[in-house]
């Protein structure tokens, strides 16, 4: 009734089963299988059918298993036993099942690990396995790739595509120069602007020059001003004091300044012969 005895460890047994089972050196399962052939599955047994010769898409058994997990490349499933109930003193609250459940899960004691392993050929063929196994046969059970009677299959491996690769055809090295990231390409380097020169808060602070006379006031205009294209009334208009007399009588000599500016005014003087009196 089984395709193979034994115990499907890695994806090249596996595969090892699928080349007996397509040259004809293994039975393959072309039906769904009885009641009776049912409860003759045990640990050990490898089933192997191909999807469009047997009409199967889903393997059934009669038994109840757990949540299917990850192992390598197979899904990996163990038997569970649901005759047990609850005790009387368990706690509604402590079981995640709902009140209408009155079986507990349990995993069935020395019960059997389901293993499941699919492909499709280059050829389109699309294989199916279903292996049974309890863990205390683990030593017992020949392996498909240690098994002499199969030794002699040679495998054409561009029949079998690499499984592990999850479908993808992108090869695992590459010699093609690295591209710009898209992130480069959309937003360019852009030179950061200089420092623009900001002028001081007071411009006083920063000058060399002393001060001799007082700044320029704004004050109100009293007497009426020629219009002007560029001029406004409103606002005021900026009038300078008048100059001291002594400026207006030519360069000062040395001996009609007073006695008290020869010292400390000789530096503002030599700035003076620079200024334009308007």
């Known amino acids: 009734m089984e395709s193979y005895i034994g115990h499907v460890q890695t994806q090249l047994d596996a595969i090892i089963l699928f080349e007996a089972c397509r040259l004809g050196l293994l039975p393959r399962i072309r039906r769904r299988l009885t009641d009776r052939e049912r409860l003759r599955i045990g640990s050990g047994c490898v089933f192997i059918w191909d999807e469009h010769e047997a009409g199967l898409k ?128 959309l937003a360019p380097a852009i030179a950061p602007a200089p420092p623009r020169l900001l002028p001081p808060a007071n411009p006083a602070a920063m000058s060399l020059v002393p001060m001799m006379t007082p700044p320029p006031t704004l004050v109100p205009s009293s007497q009426p001003q020629p219009a002007s294209p560029h001029s406004n009334n409103s606002l005021p208009i900026l009038r300078l004091p008048s100059p001291p007399a002594w400026l207006n009588q030519g360069q000062p000599k040395k001996q009609d300044l007073p006695n008290d500016m020869l010292s400390e005014d000789r530096r503002a003087l030599g700035m003076l012969d620079r200024v334009f009196i308007i």
Not at 95 to 106: A, F, I, K, P, W
Not at 141 to 158: G, V
């Open 58 to 185: 889903r393997w059934t058994d009669g038994k109840s298993w757990s949540a299917s997990r990850v192992s390598g490349s197979f899904l990996c499933y163990r038997e569970m036993d649901f005759s047990k109930k609850r005790g009387a003193g368990s706690s509604s609250s402590s079981n995640s099942h709902s009140s209408g459940d009155d079986e507990e899960l349990r995993y069935k004691k020395d019960g059997l690990y389901k293993q499941s392993f699919s492909l499709t050929t280059a050829t389109g063929l699309k294989l199916h396995m279903i292996s049974y196994y309890k863990r205390s046969d683990l030593t017992l059970l020949k392996q498909p790739s240690k098994d002499e009677a199969l030794s002699s299959i040679q495998i054409p491996m561009d029949l079998y595509p690499d499984n592990t690769t999850n479908g993808t055809a992108v090869p695992a090295v590459t010699r093609v120069p690295m591209a710009p990231s898209d992130t480069m390409l």
